[in-house]
Nanobody
Framework: QVQLVESGGGLVQAGGSLRLSCAAS????????MGWFRQAPGKEREFIAW?????SYADSVKGRFTISRDNAKNTVYLQMNSLKPEDTAVYYC???????????????WGQGTQVTVSS
């Protein structure tokens, strides 16, 4: 079955960096749009970025976060720089068939990894 496993979350000070990874199995990775989303307590799941033949970013992270993928390793990454306390959330990777900023358009999800940014 399809599995997406995130790693790389943790506690970092404001201004710091983290790199999240999401290892996929059970699907033809190169055929899927891979997305990153996040969800803070009491808030809706928020689009961050997707990667397919191109990339797209939410305005809130543009210029600070970079999504990339290694199709040979079935892995998608999210490099996060200049982190802010408001970036604190559980971060999820997702796989879908469409270029979409809506979490409802993604078919498979990882379990999430916590990112906490202290001020």
């Amino acid at each position: 079955q399809v599995q997406l496993v995130e790693s790389g979350g943790g506690l970092v000070q404001a201004g710091g960096s983290l790199r999240l990874s999401c290892a996929a199995s059970g699907l033809t990775f190169s055929s899927y749009v891979m997305g990153w989303f996040r969800q803070a307590p009491g808030k809706e799941r928020e689009f961050i970025a997707w990667s397919g033949g191109s990339t797209s970013y939410a305005d809130s992270v543009k210029g600070r976060f970079t999504i990339s993928r290694d199709n040979a390793k079935n892995t998608v990454y999210l490099q996060m720089n200049s982190l802010k306390p408001e970036d604190t959330a559980v971060y999820y990777c997702a796989a879908g068939q469409y270029y979409s900023r809506s979490y409802t358009r993604y078919d498979y999800w990882g379990q999430g990894t916590q990112v906490t940014v202290s001020s």
